[in-house]
C-alpha cells in the first residue's frame, strides 16, 4: 500500500510569484485535505476535496486554489505569494467521505523571500 | 466551532518514565472524533491514537492510551515506557461531520525524553 506523497520537499519562491504544491493520495483514499503549518504552530486547514469537488474551505483567501484529478491526486496553487504564506504544507488523504481517519505525507516547506 | 487547546508548550522526562500530555477541547457537535498526532522532526505527521467520542472505552495503541473525559471535554495522552524515539512535537486535533471532517488543531505540545 503506498502513503501519501507531496513534492517537491522544498520551494524557494519570491514574493508575488505563483507556486503549485502537488499530492498523491494513499491507495483507496479519495479524499484529499491540506493545511498549511507556520513555524511553531499547529496546522491550519486550508480545504478539502472530494471527488474532484471542493468539499469545504478553511479561512484562506481565494489566492489559495486547489485541484483534484480523477486519480484522487491534488494540487495546491498559491498566486500572488507574500512572505507570510512561508509555511510548512501537509496533504492528508482519506476514505471515504472524510469520516475516516486522516494520514498525512511528509510536506512541502515553502519558503517565500 | 470548535476549538483544541494544549497548555503544556513543552514537557522531558527520563527514557523509561510514563508522561501525560494535556489537551481540552470544545465542541457543540455530538458526534466528534479526537486524535493525537506525532510530529517528528523529519516533519510528518504520524497518528498515534483515535478516539471516537461515542465510544465510552478509552482508547490504546501498545505504550499510548488516552484517558478520554467527555464531560470535561479532556483527552489526555499516556505514553508508558517511554523511548528515545518518542522525542517530537505531539498535537491533539479534533474533527466532526459537521465540519466535514477537517481537523482542527492544538498548538502542540514539545516532548523531549531524555537518555
Known amino acids: 500500500e503506498t502513503g501519501v506523497t507531496q513534492s517537491p520537499t522544498h520551494l524557494i519562491k519570491t514574493r508575488g510569484q505563483q507556486v503549485t504544491l502537488r499530492c498523491s493520495s494513499q491507495?483507496?483514499?479519495?479524499?484529499v485535505s491540506w493545511y498549511q503549518q507556520a513555524l511553531g504552530q499547529g496546522p491550519q486547514f486550508i480545504f478539502q476535496y472530494y471527488r474532484e469537488e471542493e468539499n469545504g474551505r478553511g479561512n484562506f483567501p481565494p489566492r489559495f486554489s486547489g485541484l483534484q484529478f480523477p486519480n484522487y491526486s491534488s494540487e495546491l496553487n498559491v498566486n500572488a505569494l507574500e512572505l507570510d504564506d512561508s509555511a510548512l504544507y501537509l496533504c492528508?488523504?482519506?476514505?471515504?467521505?472524510?469520516?475516516?481517519?486522516?494520514?498525512f505525507g511528509p510536506g512541502t516547506r515553502l519558503t517565500v523571500l | 466551532a470548535q476549538t483544541v487547546t494544549q497548555s503544556q508548550p513543552e514537557m522531558s522526562v527520563q527514557e523509561a518514565e510514563t508522561v501525560t500530555l494535556s489537551c481540552t477541547y470544545d465542541t457543540s457537535e455530538n458526534n466528534y472524533y479526537l486524535f493525537w498526532y506525532k510530529q517528528p522532526p523529519s516533519r510528518q505527521m504520524i497518528l498515534v491514537i483515535r478516539?471516537?467520542?461515542?465510544k465510552q472505552q478509552n482508547a490504546t495503541e501498545n505504550r499510548f492510551s488516552v484517558n478520554f473525559q467527555k464531560a470535561a471535554k479532556s483527552f489526555s495522552l499516556k505514553i508508558s515506557d517511554s523511548q528515545l524515539g518518542d522525542t517530537a512535537m505531539y498535537f491533539c486535533a479534533s474533527s466532526s461531520m459537521d465540519s466535514n471532517y477537517q481537523l482542527i488543531w492544538g498548538a502542540g505540545t514539545k516532548l523531549i525524553i531524555k537518555p
Open positions: 478516539q471516537e467520542a461515542y
Open positions: 491507495s483507496g483514499h479519495n479524499t
Open positions: 492528508a488523504s482519506s476514505s471515504p467521505m472524510g469520516t475516516d481517519t486522516q494520514y
